[in-house]
């Protein structure tokens, strides 16, 4: 029998998909039933796009349900040992790019509350990888699919 994927994820971001969860079964699945009540009102439905349309958000909204409760059943709230010299998952981490690069800074999370956007990158990224286990004033090579970026980390917290 195959063994279940575990989430590493912090306790903030097992509390958003919660929050997530909460809100798709109890407001969008509602709402998405409406609509297909109504488009079921227009009639013929092998030719009713608004029903097609309906009935694939629906689908949707499911399978991101069924993902979710898989996320939270399976989740591993990563919870740090207050040692914050070395570089690892929900630690946030600032390096500068060398030779005189910008000053960057993440949190590495699990990949189910990944966001770049939000300064949140998965420990499966190769960023991730390249420094988890360094400490700060380390010179780490990051192979990423641009090529290779020489950084040196400069805080951890």
Known sequence: MATEKVYPMTQDGKEKLEQEL??????????VVERIKIARSFGDLS????????????AFVEGRITTIENMIRNAKIIENDGETDVVSLGRSVTF??????????????????????????SNDSPIAKSLIGKKVGDEV????????????IVSIQ
């Not at 909460?22 to 709402?31: A, C, D, W």
């Not at 030719?47 to 629906?58: G, L, P, W």
């Open 96 to 121: 500068v790019e060398l030779p005189d690069g910008d000053e960057e800074s993440y949190t590495i999370v699990g990949s189910a509350e990944a966001d770049p956007f939000e300064g949140k990158i």
């Open 22 to 31: 909460e809100y798709l079964k109890t407001v969008k699945r509602k709402e």
């Open 141 to 152: 090579v990051v192979q990423t699919p641009g090529g290779d970026m020489k950084v040196r």
């Open 47 to 58: 030719e009713n796009s608004e029903y097609d349309s309906a009935k694939e958000e629906q």
